[in-house]
């Protein structure tokens, strides 16, 4: 931990150099986004990408791609150094991601019938964590490619989080219970 306070100026800017991004330890994880719609999200979600170094961000379907102003801004231009890689729809991510990485395991976000507490999962790399839109989440076609579908348990009204925030708890706990 640091206890560096960094302010907005300091936030905004990041021009790591090729060397600093070549020392960046990069983690057999991916995110694979399914039809997420709004652009501060998927911004975010570089972010969070950057925060873990992980692998690869599959975007796919109607999601808005870099370069935008809008992912750029919320960014941090981490879109700038967090491979990414369109698809047009998740399961062909998540079979294309299958076909490079041996043994990875395709792992839903998201509220369903068949899904389990995200904290009783043995998160071993490599593994892709899949999310949905803001609206209806993942596509059945999306959920039944994945290997398990994970969900965090709501215990107030609201049922559901923004898909930033699910991604985030979700994978950070994966991340400080990685065994390999």
Known sequence: MTDLKLGAKELR???PTKEELAKIKRREIYFILDEVWDTYNIGGIFRLADALGVKKI??????ETPPNHRIKKASINT???VEWEYKETAVEAIEDLRKKVSG??????????NSIPYTEVKYDLPF????????SGCSRETLDA???IVEIPMWGVNKSMNVIISLGIVSFFAARNLKS
Do not use: L, R
């Open 13 to 15: 800017v990041s021009d």
């Open 58 to 63: 599959y975007i796919c379907g109607a999601s």
């Open 79 to 81: 879109t700038e150094w």
């Open 104 to 113: 990875v395991k395709a792992i839903a976000v998201e509220q369903d019938k």
């Open 128 to 135: 892709a964590f899949v999310v949905g839109n803001e609206t």
């Open 146 to 148: 994945c290997d398990v």
